[in-house]
């Protein structure tokens, strides 16, 4: 299964490389039979798998997992807050298309 099945799309990485370094890119590309995209691709794949085989990496996650955690909480804190015993249950926090038309009026049009 690929990138694309998996997640249900892609997305498009646009960099910039000095001219020498796409010259040898380019190059490299060239002799592998591939494009500047699958050798692209590949690269990221590359540093990928690299980074997480450092010691460290586990752990960095873990830490910016947590923090994530804890940002979401003072946000879900400061909504409570907002609202008291009536803060809207978490599925209910963004109101879909036709929710935000009706509360603006635009439903009865």
Partial sequence: MNAETRNGGVKTLGIKVPDALHAQFTLVAQLDGISLG???LRAVELYVATKKAEPDFAARAKAALEEIEREAAARRGA???????????????????????????????
Avoid at 93 to 107: D, N, Y
């Fill in 38 to 40: 699958d050798a692209a």
């Fill in 79 to 109: 909504i409570q807050g907002l609202f008291g015993a009536d803060a809207p249950a978490a599925e209910a926090a963004e109101p879909t298309t036709s929710q935000a038309r009706r509360r603006s009026g635009e439903a009865s049009k």
